[in-house]
């Protein structure tokens, strides 16, 4: 009896180190969670008989290490939820391992080629449709007409009060005199074509808190101007619209000489009336000391643009980058909780199907309800504590020889037994 009894605890311990070497050749498996075995006791009827390894479990809930890969298609999750792929035999499996990519097919996809399930996003809009394999655009984007600017900075209450530029003398060849205004901003304008135009405008002090700002295109003066109002008490500029809080200038862009009409729709009614531009000054200053600018740029417009790539948000944005510097939100990426994750099915040592015993997956994007957030650039390391699996095989080499002096001892005790008889 005592021989099958340590013998049992052998084929035991044996088991377990299968248990702790797997951790062990596991320990830099990004995602990988620890197992560890069970002892239980073996009885045969009513009778003690042993021991054997009555189960392994899984340390799912215990998260690993963050390690910092500077690959913006990286990405782990801090708190609950896993990663949503699907398998080419259609079955959905969930990961901790967010290592990414995209397919030649034109899907965004884990290291193991499964498809990740994500939210779709249709730009220019901002809903997210329905659940399922998340599609990278990854065609040209057409050129976008400018329709809107804006301005912002310190206009310098210190400047000294000047006539004004007469944009009927600005063309190409003749640019204004540099002694009619105080100073000059350029922004970029993109027409239907993707053509880049250049907007000038030149901001003359008029008066005392008042500022006059000529524009041209491309070297062309147009007869638009804007008259900008300061509280000389405050330095705030005075609104134009006293409804809305804003200052707003229209450009009439008929007025550019020798610009194409096609290249600029027409967005109202009317036969004569072309595309205009809006550039909102709401927020510019006068006080006293250098000029600055915090901003001078269009809100919208742009050149076409090929793709360039793809990386990911914190909050899960799939986003479609492109060679003239835009970027699209094309989807986000959906994350898995489980009422029961110990009840999860191992598919492999990082990934887990779902069971009756874990429950439905419950998804959603990151950051909503129970699911974690996000880390960027980063994976998941294996949560194996070397240190305790070290110790574990220490113990189970001392219960190793416990057994084996155990089953020494009992063939002793038969040798003396035969040689008595």
């Known amino acids: 009896m005592s021989f099958d009894i340590a013998l049992s605890g052998i084929q035991a311990i044996n088991e377990s180190l299968d248990v702790t070497s797997h951790n062990i050749a596991n320990a830099g498996t990004y995602g990988y969670k620890s197992n560890r075995a069970n002892f239980a006791t073996l009885v045969a009827g009513s009778q003690l008989n042993g021991v054997q390894v009555g189960s392994t479990t899984q340390s799912i809930g215990l998260s690993g290490g963050i390690l910092n890969t500077g690959n913006n298609l990286d990405a782990s999750i801090s708190g609950r939820g896993f990663f949503v792929t699907r398998t080419a035999n259609n079955s959905m499996q969930y990961t901790r391992v967010g290592i990414f990519d995209t397919s030649l097919d034109g899907y965004l996809v884990d290291s193991s080629g499964r498809r990740v399930q994500g939210m779709a996003i249709t730009p220019p809009s901002t809903e ?69 135009h250049v907007l000038t405008q030149y901001f003359s002090l008029t008066g005392t808190g008042a500022v006059t700002v000529n524009y041209a295109v491309d070297g062309n003066g147009i007869a638009a101007t804007t008259a900008l109002a300061f509280d000389t008490t405050t330095g705030q500029l005075t609104p134009a619209d006293a409804a809305t809080g804003k200052t707003v200038s229209t450009l009439d862009m008929s007025d550019v000489p020798g610009t194409d009409p096609t290249l600029w729709p027409k967005f109202t009614s009317g036969a004569n009336m072309n595309a205009t531009i809006d550039i909102d000054y709401t927020g510019t200053t006068y006080f006293a000391g250098e000029t600055s600018t915090a901003s001078n740029a269009p809100v919208d417009g742009y050149s076409a643009g090929a793709f360039s790539g793809v990386s990911l948000g914190t909050d899960g944005s799939v986003i479609a980058k492109y060679t003239n510097g835009q970027s699209q939100t094309v989807g986000r990426v959906v994350l898995a909780t489980f009422a029961n994750e110990q009840g999860l099915t191992q598919v492999s040592d990082t990934s887990w199907e779902a069971s009756t015993a874990s429950g439905v997956a419950n998804t959603d994007v990151a950051g909503v309800g129970v699911n974690g957030t996000l880390n960027v650039a980063t994976l998941e390391q294996s949560n194996v504590d070397i240190t305790s699996e070290l110790v574990g095989l220490m113990t189970s080499q001392r219960n190793y020889q416990a057994n084996s002096k155990v089953i020494q001892t009992e063939s002793t005790m038969l040798q003396s037994l035969m040689q008595a008889i």
């Open 128 to 196: 997210l449709g329905a659940e399922g394999d998340l599609a990278i655009p990854n065609k040209s984007i057409p050129a976008q007409i400018t329709t809107k600017a804006t301005y912002v900075g310190n206009l310098s209450a210190d400047w000294t009060i000047k006539t004004g530029v007469d944009p009927s003398t600005v063309t190409p060849t003749t640019p204004p005199d540099p002694s009619t205004y105080n100073t000059s901003k350029s922004t970029d304008l993109y027409d239907s074509l993707g053509t880049k």
